[in-house]
């Protein structure tokens, strides 16, 4: 048989694309353009240079014997009724809102039984290595512990200290390459991680349309395909998820700690799909010491391998989470945090005072990253939006609310509002009034999201939809965060009103707020020098001007003074 050879070059190596081997001969030989189409045309016309270079998932037959192995397990450990029903208490299961449209993600795109877990592309060393420790799990703890020293990994990082090479196959349109070069940017601006299209490594990505999304998790060695299928896959968080796996995340619903914070509702699930549940052990999935994300964009949404798609197969254990699981508008703050400490993005640099649980950011360690609704070189601010406030709540209430409520707010609004409790004392808050949103299994486009702290990296609870939550939130500490997402339909949003349980002397106000006397506390860095002056002086304009339009008659003018958050 011809084969993709070079007299100097020799042949392709295993596991290297036909792109890079053809750059390579091209570099060499300074060979035309219609010479190189040439070579490349020939090495496809012998079946060379098509998708047997890339790493070579597990067959079919293998594939199944994992899973029937998981489905055995699985039913073992659940012959109990009460937990084969997945019942944490006598309450009946959720029933779907029927007005709600199906998230869209990769469940709905793949064949689901090509893959494991849904989307996770396994080779041949990856399931024998997860045969032998399901095997092992089943014996007694302490054999179990012995085994644990020397285990061979199920995968492996790359290097930090190179880009990831990659590649796109003829396959994916141009439109596609976009959004997954918007989805490698998404990475690449929060980590240290970096990408180089049609970069010089062995090592390396190609993105192909497989005809669904999927991915291996880690680096594999050779070229190790990304399925990104057109129309389907092609939305950046689903590509953000899949780049995901890729740098080495498994599923948020797989960690080993899944049962502290989700139930898996088996008597939704056909007994053939619940190896799509199952924990991935702390061996092989470290989870960092990070906490558990409801939010992450590697988290399985609530009817995914539902038999009755009006129940969910997945129900957090705090029911005001469950509208939060399954986004994927793009990798969470702590989907950041975990690949920043994979691959000790933060070691070169050195201590920052960071506030909000923020930490310092690996390609600028002068600053600090930044929970979403927080800003400033130190977290100290509350993130600027069009409204919003930092606001010191007292025993009595005031409201805040989204632009124009009762009416509709326009799309791609955005509002954050930082409530703080004198120290010693609680947050309040309670929805009232009109409540509305567009609807989705996922709040991911337009909702409010609630974070009651005090550890604000992890994703709040997010509500969408027309059902007003009915609930009293409460804070751990003394600050709650309200983040308000307006994309795409306009509806007529939210109201809530919030107190202290401790008197307070002032209360702050702005845009989106009514309330009694009043001072507002910054909502940007204002600091020192021109250019942050006129920030300031830009930023309280406009609250003079949002004052005058949406604060009641008793609300004083003067109640726009800028105090820095930092000073509280």
Same mark, same amino acid.
């Given at each position: 048989?011809?084969?993709?050879?070079?007299?100097?070059?020799?042949?392709?190596?295993?596991?290297?694309?036909?792109?890079?081997?053809?750059?390579?001969?091209?570099?060499?030989?300074? @060979?035309?353009?219609? *010479?190189?189409?040439?070579?490349?045309?020939?090495?496809?016309?012998?079946?060379?240079?098509?998708?047997?270079?890339?790493?070579?998932?597990?067959?079919?037959?293998?594939?199944?014997?994992?899973?029937?192995?998981?489905?055995?397990?699985?039913?073992?450990?659940?012959?109990?009724?009460?937990?084969?029903?997945?019942?944490?208490?006598?309450?009946?299961?959720?029933?779907?809102?029927?007005?709600?449209?199906?998230?869209?993600? *990769?469940?709905?795109?793949?064949?689901?039984?090509?893959?494991?877990?849904?989307?996770?592309?396994?080779? *041949?060393?990856?399931?024998?290595?997860?045969?032998?420790?399901?095997?092992?799990?089943?014996?007694?703890?302490?054999?179990?512990?012995?085994?644990?020293?020397?285990?061979?990994?199920?995968?492996?990082? !790359?290097?930090?200290?190179?880009?990831?090479?990659?590649?796109?196959?003829?396959?994916?349109?141009?439109?596609?390459?976009?959004?997954? %070069?918007?989805?490698?940017q998404l990475w690449e601006r929060k980590t240290c991680v970096r990408f180089q299209e049609s970069g010089p490594n062995v090592d390396r990505l190609e993105f192909f349309d497989g005809g669904g999304c999927s991915?291996?998790?880690?680096?594999?060695?050779?070229?190790?395909? @990304?399925?990104?299928?057109?129309?389907?896959?092609?939305?950046?968080?689903?590509?953000?998820?899949?780049?995901?796996?890729?740098?080495?995340?498994?599923?948020?619903?797989?960690?080993?700690?899944?049962?502290?914070h989700i139930t898996v509702n088996y008597r939704n699930i056909p007994i053939g799909r619940w190896n799509n549940f199952y924990p991935v052990s702390l061996s092989q999935a470290d989870v960092f010491g990070l906490?558990?994300?409801?939010?992450?964009?590697?988290?399985?949404?609530?009817?995914g391998f539902a038999t009755d798609p009006y129940t969910p197969t997945i129900t957090t254990t705090d029911k005001n989470l469950q509208s939060t699981i399954g986004q994927r508008a793009g990798p969470s703050f702590?989907?950041?945090?975990?690949?920043?400490?994979?691959?000790?993005?933060?070691?070169?640099?050195?201590?920052?005072?960071?506030?909000?649980?923020?930490?310092?950011?690996?390609?600028?360690?002068?600053?600090?990253?930044?929970?979403?609704?927080?800003?400033?070189?130190?977290?100290?601010?509350?993130?600027?939006?069009?409204?919003?406030?930092?606001?010191?709540?007292?025993?009595?209430?005031?409201?805040?609310?989204?632009?124009?409520?009762?009416?509709?707010?326009?799309?791609?609004?955005?509002?954050? !509002?930082?409530?703080?409790?004198?120290?010693?004392?609680?947050?309040?808050?309670?929805?009232?009034?009109?409540?509305?949103?567009?609807?989705?299994?996922?709040?991911?486009?337009?909702?409010?999201?609630?974070?009651?702290?005090?550890?604000? %990296?992890?994703?709040?609870?997010?509500?969408?939809?027309?059902?007003?939550?009915?609930?009293?939130?409460?804070?751990?500490?003394?600050?709650?965060?309200?983040?308000?997402?307006?994309?795409?339909?306009?509806?007529?949003?939210?109201? =809530? %009103?919030?107190?202290?349980?401790?008197?307070?002397?002032?209360?702050?106000?702005?845009?989106?707020?009514?309330?009694?006397?009043?001072?507002?506390?910054?909502?940007?860095? =204002?600091?020192?020098?021109?250019?942050?002056?006129?920030?300031?002086?830009?930023?309280?304009?406009?609250?003079?001007?949002?004052?005058?339009?949406?604060?009641?008659?008793?609300?004083?003018?003067?109640?726009?003074?800028?105090?820095?958050?930092?000073?509280?």
């Amino acid at each position: 048989m011809a084969s993709c050879s070079d007299p100097i070059l020799g042949a392709r190596p295993k596991g290297i694309s036909s792109n890079w081997f053809l750059a390579s001969v091209v570099n060499h030989h300074r @060979i035309t353009l219609s *010479e190189s189409v040439f070579l490349l045309t020939l090495c496809a016309s012998v079946a060379l240079c098509a998708s047997e270079y890339r790493v070579k998932k597990a067959s079919r037959a293998s594939l199944n014997r994992l899973k029937r192995l998981i489905n055995e397990k699985t039913e073992q450990q659940h012959s109990d009724e009460k937990k084969l029903i997945g019942v944490l208490d006598d309450s009946p299961l959720l029933v779907r809102d029927p007005t709600a449209q199906r998230h869209h993600d *990769e469940l709905a795109v793949n064949n689901l039984d090509e893959y494991f877990q849904g989307d996770v592309e396994l080779s *041949e060393t990856q399931v024998e290595i997860l045969e032998k420790e399901i095997v092992e799990s089943a014996e007694d703890s302490k054999a179990r512990r012995r085994r644990k020293v020397g285990k061979a990994p199920l995968y492996k990082r !790359w290097d930090r200290t190179r880009p990831i090479s990659y590649d796109f196959a003829s396959s994916v349109p141009y439109s596609t390459r976009i959004k997954i %070069r918007q989805a490698i940017q998404l990475w690449e601006r929060k980590t240290c991680v970096r990408f180089q299209e049609s970069g010089p490594n062995v090592d390396r990505l190609e993105f192909f349309d497989g005809g669904g999304c999927s991915s291996f998790v880690g680096r594999t060695g050779g070229t190790q395909g @990304i399925s990104i299928s057109t129309p389907g896959c092609d939305v950046v968080g689903i590509i953000s998820h899949e780049i995901g796996h890729a740098l080495g995340i498994f599923h948020e619903q797989a960690r080993p700690d899944q049962s502290s914070h989700i139930t898996v509702n088996y008597r939704n699930i056909p007994i053939g799909r619940w190896n799509n549940f199952y924990p991935v052990s702390l061996s092989q999935a470290d989870v960092f010491g990070l906490p558990y994300d409801a939010g992450s964009v590697m988290h399985y949404g609530a009817y995914g391998f539902a038999t009755d798609p009006y129940t969910p197969t997945i129900t957090t254990t705090d029911k005001n989470l469950q509208s939060t699981i399954g986004q994927r508008a793009g990798p969470s703050f702590l989907d950041f945090a975990a690949i920043n400490i994979a691959y000790g993005c933060n070691q070169h640099c050195g201590y920052l005072p960071c506030r909000h649980n923020g930490y310092p950011n690996p390609n600028n360690c002068s600053e600090c990253l930044c929970p979403d609704g927080f800003s400033g070189s130190i977290c100290q601010y509350v993130q600027y939006t069009s409204c919003g406030a930092h606001i010191a709540v007292s025993q009595d209430s005031v409201s805040i609310y989204s632009p124009n409520h009762p009416y509709q707010f326009d799309s791609n609004s955005e509002c954050v !509002w930082l409530l703080e409790a004198p120290p010693g004392g609680k947050v309040f808050l309670e929805f009232e009034d009109v409540f509305q949103f567009g609807c989705e299994d996922t709040c991911d486009k337009s909702f409010v999201e609630v974070k009651t702290g005090p550890d604000f %990296r992890v994703t709040g609870y997010r509500f969408c939809c027309s059902t007003r939550p009915t609930k009293r939130f409460q804070t751990l500490g003394n600050e709650m965060l309200v983040l308000f997402k307006g994309n795409r339909e306009r509806s007529r949003g939210f109201k =809530a %009103r919030v107190w202290s349980d401790v008197l307070s002397t002032s209360v702050a106000v702005s845009h989106g707020v009514s309330g009694k006397e009043v001072a507002v506390k910054s909502v940007a860095d =204002a600091g020192n020098g021109s250019a942050r002056e006129s920030v300031s002086k830009r930023i309280a304009n406009e609250k003079k001007n949002a004052h005058a339009t949406s604060c009641p008659q008793d609300v004083r003018r003067n109640a726009t003074h800028l105090k820095p958050v930092a000073e509280v």
